[in-house]
């Protein structure tokens, strides 16, 4: 047991502020200097004693440790898409601006243009350690930044913190898995994850669309859906403000096999599926990848959120154990066996990583249930560390001075240490603590969990931020022995003011706030009612077997305890009391007239399946937004939805009602829409625009409304011709790939509306201006909207009978950038 006094000096030695000039980090190239953003003081007493304490890493290196920690984090970002888009915008990056920046100077000193970071494979991963203030005042990066902010609100690009990708890589997701992500808000681990499940489905489904017959497409697991992946991914937080953020996040992304619930995940409800072609019992899904990327402390995110420095303290990481320990509980339990469970924090702190890890397997029955997959070969270029199989709990004591405030800390090798401890009336530490955040003890060599396998990247290693992974395989069915937070009850714990236990307010207040990489950590407002004598000895309690078979059921408290259950839960999680609200979906039938409309009029092959078109209105058609989702998707809503389960997002929009006056064709007055034109264009039949030439799609860019006049002359070449012979409404447009000079570097579908008299790109004006600097290079090109001038347009509207034009001269604009 260690024990320190109440201004502890630096113990992590090296540069306090880490702002001195000429520090090692400085030293490591001859490009211009990174100076710290914020003037927060960079040291914490508490926070630097404990991780100094042994245990951690070698004096040498932990200095090295607190030297990176006390400078600011690169930027970082990865290409995303299907791999052939991302691979085409990472070449026109690289050859554009990397010279460009490599070519400046600052002060005399050369600017260190964005690197590609080793660890990750396809130079898809790049940061930028170059100091901010060079960035914002650097013309050649301003440039760099509008095509990084145009391609990522295009999709193509992701801005995430290079160790918060790491997790998704170590689930080795097939594009036919069905993977739940527990605890995703934001959202950019689920959206690697989607890529991961969507793989080259793209290839996939025009090689099944262009064989005449089912058989002969791909009918290989993954792909058995006509090309089309067959996996799913569930996506999951319970911060309904966070779960915005996600749907945000994943929304770009116009994937069919995803659904957003918001549920606690220590309670996450088991989900019905169909029982099968036999029939029988009930059936429950089971995930083939499960992440835990679950609520912590954060203090792996200190160069980000330099308010760690101020706010670290032990007890967060002491309130937030029981909650990661019940997710990763009741992940494992919903995960299938053999399957595979990621789980991580952006913290570095035992309790919240290694300590989840070893009690979570052992309340599962041990390593024969439950064990940690050795990763070695994996990411061979990660640079890591190996799981702590020892170390210390710290907590901070009040000593009841007379400003009652903590001057104290104490770190505990066991917890036999701490049952002694709290018999000293005057001090109100360790009162939440439990032994499962102790290293696991008597072990045989059978029973021993190899936490060395557990992973550790901390932020001197490649310049990151600090993070721990930990890969699961669940080899049998599992028994939980006995929950945690039951543990706290029995062990008599003494209770804030709305009574509930410490640990309970954690996981409330992780509920309500959240805490990840891009949010400092908050301090628990806990309330200790003094004089109550806690009673800790739990730990016989703790190992007595609960004898029910929870691998489908759950014998928490307040968690699932069988299915039937489940409403009730629902119930209970939402926070208003009020009966959790799901979004409103209906299927419409297979045969449903509107369905027909559209399908004849883009003559969609009847090989396309027409049971997965759902609107989000009650009332049905007249809908005006039509969504289509994978088969799985809406299985599990349809069966789901009326037992309680909290869906806030599943669909991607297909149609869009169009109010045209120039047809009577009911087809002609839905409009494709960009989210999901590219899931029906191989089916397609009929209204497809092949175009050849880039030099017309500039021109369909800049110019809005180009002419286009019954007597055929216009100067749209052959995607002109084309369209001349098409009736009002809405098209496909196929932008082939093409080499050479003036090469198009992947294939793209847009859809484009044939008006009586002129055509237009169906595309936001920031789609429109993130593809003319894509491809063009153009930064904010004058875009020619013909039908600009009100009058002008009206009278051109009339002379061409345009109806919808002159219609879309007063609203100014046509495109529908709400939709976007
Ligand atoms: C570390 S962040 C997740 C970051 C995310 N995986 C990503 O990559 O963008 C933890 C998330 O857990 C959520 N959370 C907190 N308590 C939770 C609970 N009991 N169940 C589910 N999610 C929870 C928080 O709202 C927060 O969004």
Redesign the pocket.
């Given at each position: 047991m260690a024990r320190g006094g109440s201004k502890r000096g630096n113990r992590g030695g090296g540069n306090r502020h880490g702002n001195k000039k000429g520090s090692k980090r400085n030293d490591r190239s001859n490009a211009v200097r990174s100076e710290p953003w914020s003037t927060i003081p960079r040291t914490n007493d508490y926070y630097e004693a404990y991780y100094s304490q042994g245990g951690f890493m070698g004096y040498d290196e932990l200095t090295k440790m607190w030297e990176y920690m006390k400078t600011d984090l690169p930027t970082s970002w990865r290409f995303t898409g299907t791999k052939t888009d991302a691979l085409a915008v990472r070449d026109i990056f690289k050859e554009r601006y990397i010279p460009r920046i490599a070519a400046t100077e600052w002060e005399g000193q050369p600017v260190q243009p964005p690197e590609p970071v080793s660890a990750f494979p396809d130079e898809l991963t790049w940061h930028m350690k170059t100091d901010k203030k060079v960035i914002r005042r650097n013309k050649q990066f301003a440039e760099f930044q509008k095509f990084l902010v145009a391609e990522t609100s295009s999709g193509n690009i992701s801005r995430q913190e290079v160790v918060?990708m790491v997790p998704p890589h170590f689930l080795d997701v097939k594009p036919g898995m069905v993977v739940l992500?527990?605890?995703?808000?934001?959202?950019?681990?689920s959206a690697q994850l989607a890529e991961m499940i969507h793989g080259d489905e793209e290839d996939r489904v025009q090689m099944a669309a262009s064989s005449n017959a089912h058989d002969m497409s791909d009918k290989s697991g993954d792909y058995s859906d006509d090309g089309r992946s067959t996996g799913l991914l569930v996506a999951?937080?319970?911060?309904y403000k966070?779960a915005g953020m996600l749907v945000h996040q994943v929304k770009r992304l116009n994937f069919p096999n995803l659904i957003i619930t918001q549920h606690?995940?220590?309670a996450y409800p088991s989900l019905e599926i169909p029982a099968g072609p036999a029939g029988g019992k009930k059936k429950y899904l089971k995930f083939d990848r499960v992440l835990a990327?679950?609520?912590?402390s954060g203090d792996g995110t200190t160069r980000k959120n330099t308010n760690v420095w101020q706010k670290w303290t032990p007890k967060d990481a002491l309130g937030l154990h029981g909650?990661q320990v019940r997710?990763l509980i009741r992940g494992l339990q919903l995960l299938k066996k053999g399957g595979r469970l990621v789980y991580s924090t952006?913290s570095m702190n035992p309790v919240e990583n290694e300590a989840v890890v070893a009690d979570a397997i052992r309340q599962c029955g041990g390593v024969s249930k439950v064990t940690v997959v050795n990763c070695d070969d994996h990411l061979p270029n990660l640079i890591r560390r190996p799981g702590l199989k020892t170390w210390k709990v710290m907590d901070m004591s009040s000593v009841l001075l007379e400003d009652k405030k903590p001057h104290m800390f104490t770190s505990w090798e066991k917890f036999e240490e701490v049952r002694e401890s709290v018999k000293d009336e005057n001090r109100s530490f360790s009162r939440n603590m439990t032994p499962g955040m102790f290293p696991p003890t008597n072990m045989s060599e059978e029973e021993r969990i190899p936490l060395e396998n557990c992973m550790r990247v901390y932020p001197h290693l490649q310049d990151t931020s600090g993070f721990f992974i930990t890969v699961l395989e669940k080899k049998e069915d599992i028994k939980v022995a006995q929950v945690p937070s039951k543990t706290e009850e029995e062990s008599g714990l003494t209770e804030t003011q709305n009574g509930t236990s410490l640990s309970r307010a954690g996981?409330k207040r992780?509920?309500s706030e959240?805490?990840?990489?891009s949010q400092s950590p908050k301090r628990v407002k806990t309330s200790f009612t003094n004089g109550t004598e806690p009673d800790i000895v739990a730990t016989e309690d703790t190992q007595t077997p609960v004898t029910t078979n929870v691998d489908a059921k759950m014998s928490a408290n307040g968690a699932v305890k069988d299915e039937k259950d489940t409403k009730e839960i629902f119930k209970k999680l939402n926070r208003n009391g009020q009966p959790a609200q799901t979004e409103f979906f209906e299927y419409l039938a297979p045969d449903d007239p509107t369905i027909k409309n559209i399908t004849d009029f883009f003559g969609i092959s009847a090989r396309f399946p027409r049971n997965r078109f759902m609107v989000k209105n009650k009332e049905g058609i007249p809908a005006n937004k039509i969504y289509y989702t994978s088969e799985l998707a809406k299985d599990i809503l349809t069966m789901n939805k009326d037992r309680g389960v909290k869906f806030v997002h599943c669909g991607v929009v297909t149609f869009m009602s169009h109010k045209v006056k120039d047809t009577d064709n009911p087809g002609a007055k839905w409009r494709l829409q960009d989210d999901g034109i590219r899931i029906l264009e191989p089916w397609a039949a009929k209204r497809i625009i092949t175009l050849k030439s880039k030099a017309t799609l500039h021109k369909l860019l800049i110019e809005m409304f180009p002419i286009m006049p019954k007597d055929g002359k216009h100067k749209l070449d052959d995607v002109g011709d084309q369209l001349a012979e098409m009736d009002v409404g809405c098209c496909f447009l196929k932008i082939e790939k093409s080499d050479g000079g003036d090469s198009m570097p992947f294939p793209m579908v847009l859809p484009v509306w044939r008006h009586p008299g002129s055509i237009n790109l169906m595309v936001s004006n920031e789609d429109r201006l993130a593809l003319l600097l894509r491809f063009w290079d153009e930064l904010n090109p004058p875009i020619i909207n013909h039908v600009k001038d009100k009058q002008a347009a009206k009278e051109a509207a009339l002379a061409v009978e345009d109806q919808e034009t002159a219609l879309a001269v007063e609203g100014q604009e046509m495109v529908d950038i709400e939709d976007k």
């Open positions: 918060s992500d527990m605890c995703a808000a934001p959202g950019s681990k999951n937080d319970t911060d966070r606690d995940a220590a990327d679950v609520p912590c909650l997710i952006c996981s992780q509920r959240g805490a990840d990489e």
